[in-house]
């Protein structure tokens, strides 16, 4: 395996109310997270972030492992209610210091930072107002990117606005899966678009702060596949694709929704006309406001089968019966390499991230402290080489993160799913190395220095 050029972005990533814990210290006010876990049934285990990784307190050891991985970038969010805790009064200088401590750590160890300001710990008063559903979190969102990247637009040059728009708005909104568990489906079109609009008006403030500044969005994609060449499953795949994807890339790069999509939420009832009653003149254009990069997050495909009911085909998305992670995602490198080419041939972004990409897989340490993680390893090996193949064929890849460096809190999933390729015990917070750990960093060091390849 070759190409990978010089500078490429070898890196993990992890997210605040995932690996930081000390959820009550420095002021840090309450975030939707805190609420919703607190809530009977949403965390599968009962669980919740408040010791997590305990990453706010160990977050030296934390640099050190990845230097032993020889990562040369780490990708983590900050808590916004660590910064303002009500969303909007004060800042919380003790949180900005935090992270000012943890980028210089980061910086001493050789390791590029990449901030993400919105990874869903959003400030729960923020939420009372009418969370992402309310046009006035766009300017809580502005100031809190204003007061984040002026602190610290001088050591931090990467900056990422969101996390995965399309889990905050769907999964918050209209499932209720995540936080804050609304189960309203016009609320999560306005969710959608509020976020959207949130970036966008973002961008310029952080390019103001930062000198150089590199900014981008970070986006879930799912390439989907249609399960047979009917019209009925061409269909589902087109339905899929639009609601999945199109939603989130369409505005971003062209300014605008895509027509079937929004034809699609009329038929289902979620939008009374194809006129989108969120959308303000000027908030398009403001949305489109060209960005340095796109992150994308790829873990598998969706398989596109429709059902016919009525005049309304039902998109189900299916896995494959083949292997597949303890989140029951089907592994499918192949997708990589296909996400990354389509998103480059369709909206061409100046340059391409995998942002996130990995496996849940608990396994744990044998008898000798050993964690044999074959599954993780082969994951790794594969989408890494989608890579590959990607950037050989004329994609502007220039980074691969992987999802994540330590085991953490899986959101409803509480702590029953592992994606780490460090293992945590979190009884005692020993942190071990995983075989994909120790794989990675060989693939790292025969990237980045050939003559080292084994
Ligand atoms: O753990 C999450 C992360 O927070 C966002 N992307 C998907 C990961 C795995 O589910």
Redesign the pocket.
């Known amino acids: 395996m070759s190409g990978f050029p010089k500078d490429f972005a070898w890196g993990t990533a992890t ?1 605040s109310y ?1 690996v930081e814990g000390a959820l009550d210290v420095g002021g840090r006010g309450e975030s939707i997270w805190d609420r919703f876990a607190r809530v009977p049934g949403a965390v599968a285990d009962g669980s919740d972030g408040r010791v997590a990784c305990d990453h706010f307190h160990r977050f030296a050891d934390d640099v050190a492992l990845m230097r032993q991985i020889g990562v040369n970038t780490y990708r983590f969010s900050i808590a916004w209610p660590r910064i303002l805790a009500d969303g909007r009064g004060e800042v919380l200088h003790a949180g900005l210091d935090f992270y000012r401590r943890l980028v210089d750590a980061l910086l001493s160890a050789g390791i590029r930072p990449f901030v993400t300001l919105n ?2 710990d959003m400030p729960q008063a923020l939420e009372d107002e009418g969370g992402w559903a309310s046009r006035r979190t766009v300017d809580a969102f502005v100031r809190y990117a204003d007061v984040v990247s002026r602190a610290l637009g001088d050591r931090v040059r990467d900056w990422t606005t969101h ?2 728009p399309w ?1 905050m708005a769907h999964l918050g909104y209209e499932t209720g899966e995540h936080a804050p568990g609304r189960k309203e489906p016009a609320a999560a079109l306005a969710a959608a678009h509020h976020l959207l609009l949130a970036h966008g008006r973002a961008v310029p403030v952080i390019r103001a702060h930062v000198r150089d500044a590199h900014v981008g969005l970070v986006l ?1 994609l799912v390439p989907g596949y249609a399960a047979s060449g009917s019209d009925i499953d061409r269909e589902a795949l087109r339905r899929f694709d639009g609601f999945f994807n199109r939603w989130y890339l369409d505005p971003i790069f062209f300014g605008r929704y895509p027509d079937d999509a929004i034809a699609d939420r009329v038929q289902q009832g979620h939008l009374s006309s194809t006129t989108l009653p969120f959308v303000v003149d000027g908030d398009m254009a403001e949305i489109a406001t060209p960005i340095d990069w796109l992150g994308i ?1 790829y ?1 598998s495909r969706a398989i596109c089968r429709g059902a016919d009911e009525g005049n309304a085909p039902r998109v189900i998305a299916e896995p494959l019966p083949a292997q597949k992670t303890d ?1 029951g995602w089907e592994v499918f490198p192949d997708g990589l390499a296909a996400i990354l080419e389509r998103v480059h041939a369709d909206y061409a972004p100046r340059a391409l991230y995998v942002t ?1 990409n ?1 496996a ?1 897989y608990a396994t744990e340490p044998d008898h000798q402290g050993r964690v044999a993680d074959v599954e993780r390893v082969h994951y790794v090996r594969t989408h890494v080489e989608a890579c590959a193949q990607a950037l050989a064929r004329g994609v502007p890849l220039r980074g691969y993160f992987l ?2 460096l330590l085991d ?1 809190f ?2 409803q999933w509480g702590y029953l ?1 592992r ?1 780490g390729i460090v293992h945590v015990d979190y009884a005692t917070q020993k942190r071990t190395l995983k075989d994909s750990a120790r794989v990675y960093r060989d693939l790292i060091a025969a990237h980045t220095n050939p003559r080292s390849a084994r």
């Open positions: 997210s995932q990874h869903w996390n995965e889990c879930n997050n873990y989140m996130e990995g849940a999802w994540s953490n899986e959101w799913r994606f």
